[in-house]
């Protein structure tokens, strides 16, 4: 990701700043549509992993559908060129306002997460005289081996709607006059490693969808959700294996052929494709531990503090990582969990040098905030790179690395 000249480039930008690989993006998205062809699989892009506009122009171009979890989600997707009648309105809060603004752009359909939730989408399309397509998101108790607080689909979580549910929408079916239950949905988790949770949910899935047509219910797709897990260890392993991914459906999956099968991929799309560059403000030393001070903060990466969670870190200083020190790495904000790695090996690093934290790409910038009244960080793109290049100078490339 980081050659001479893009190191060239990112030296001129006011740090901290995300930079996005748009070629590694378009790679990822050929990779992923020609394994889901292989298939007949529909996708939408989970737009929650990444909402920036021109990440999304991106991936509508490739002719993805979008997975939205909220009214102004769906609002970004039609805005940055996705089909309204490929999105999928998902989440466990939806509210009224945001129903009736799906409701009024014609979506593919609504995931429904509650008895409760049934009800509402039903009395607002007949309110505005519609009949809605609505996937019934099954909760299948599977624990999907990830960290706690990315788990979905166990019983104790609060999304999807419980079998005793299911059954009792059922039998309750002809109350819902205003409503379509076409599609069954689910979603266990994200940064999935153990694919065997897949063929379990499998399982799942085809036990849900006999129960259902034997109740008459007419099942025309059936949305796996997403969940698939990147490389945080080797960013450099860019492109998910996502032949390997659909192959664990397509052998357990018993479901006609005339059923559509859909997925709402994320984290496995755009998770390689984003950096965090930061600069070093200072580096101290306490207790024997030497700690770097970035001036990125989980303000800009939260996933850190939040889930515990690896992002290989180097020096661009070095053309070669050379590790032969250790350093806990941390950011400025007023929080003790603060910290992008503890006791990382690194080359000496010294104040001024530039730091590339990888992975960001998925749930890093849409999780910012502005903690500690902090400027949002600004965003660029490998495209520009190519229009920069011709411009910058020599005495640039030496402000951030050595190997000029
Ligand atoms: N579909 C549904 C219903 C979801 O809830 C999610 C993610 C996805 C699809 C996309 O999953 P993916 O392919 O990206 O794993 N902030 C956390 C991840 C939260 C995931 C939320 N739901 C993180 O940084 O790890």
Redesign the pocket.
């Known amino acids: 990701m980081f050659d001479r000249n893009t190191i060239k480039y990112l030296s001129e930008i006011e740090t901290p700043f995300y930079y996005y690989n748009t070629n590694l993006l378009h790679e990822t998205l050929f990779a992923i549509q020609e394994a889901a062809d292989l298939f007949g699989y529909h996708l939408?892009y989970?737009i929650?992993?990444n909402a920036n506009p021109r990440i999304l122009q991106i991936i509508s171009k490739h002719n993805l559908g979008a997975?939205c979890?909220s009214g102004n989600e769906i609002k970004a997707a039609i805005e940055n060129g996705f089909d309204s009648n490929k999105i999928v309105f998902?989440?466990v809060g939806k509210t009224d306002k945001e129903i009736e603004y799906a409701i009024k752009q014609n979506i593919f359909c609504f995931?429904c997460e509650s008895i409760q939730e049934l009800e509402v989408i039903n009395s607002i399309a007949q309110k505005y005289n519609t009949k809605q397509r609505v996937a019934l998101?099954i909760n299948p108790d599977i624990n999907a081996n990830t960290?706690k607080?990315?788990t979905?689909g166990l019983k104790t979580n609060k999304?999807g709607i419980s079998f005793y549910d299911f059954k009792t929408i059922i039998k309750n079916i002809n109350n819902y006059n205003n409503i379509t239950i076409n599609g069954l949905?689910f979603?266990i988790?994200?940064?999935?490693t153990d694919l065997s949770v897949f063929a379990k949910l499998c399982e799942i899935v085809n036990e849900t969808y006999s129960y259902a047509i034997s109740n008459n219910l007419t099942i025309n797709h059936i949305n796996l959700?997403?969940?698939?897990?990147i490389n945080y260890n080797k960013p450099e392993n860019h492109i998910p294996s996502f032949q390997a991914y659909f192959k664990i459906f397509n052998t357990n999956l018993n479901i006609p052929d005339r059923v559509q099968i859909h997925f709402?991929?994320?984290?496995?799309?755009v998770?390689q494709c984003g950096c965090l560059i930061t600069k070093v403000l200072y580096v101290k030393e306490n207790d024997e531990r030497k700690t770097i001070i970035v001036d990125a903060g989980l303000t800009e990466l939260?996933?850190p503090a939040?889930?515990q969670?690896f992002h290989k870190i180097i020096n661009l200083r070095y053309s070669k990582n050379e590790e032969n020190c250790r350093y806990d790495i941390a950011g400025p904000i007023c929080e003790t969990s603060d910290y992008f790695g503890k006791s990382v090996s690194l080359p000496e690093t010294e104040r001024g040098h530039f730091l590339a934290i990888y992975s960001v790409g998925?749930?890093?910038e849409?999780?910012s905030s502005q903690y500690n009244l902090r400027n949002p960080a600004l965003k660029y793109f490998s495209d520009d790179l190519i229009e920069k290049d011709t411009q910058l100078e020599n005495e640039a490339v030496s402000k951030i690395c050595s190997f000029s």
């Open positions: 939408h989970a929650k992993a997975d979890v998902a989440g995931n998101r960290h607080h990315i979905t999304f949905h979603h988790g994200s940064q999935i959700g997403g969940g698939l897990g709402e991929p994320g984290r496995s799309i998770g939260l996933r939040l889930y969670s998925a749930y890093g849409v999780m």
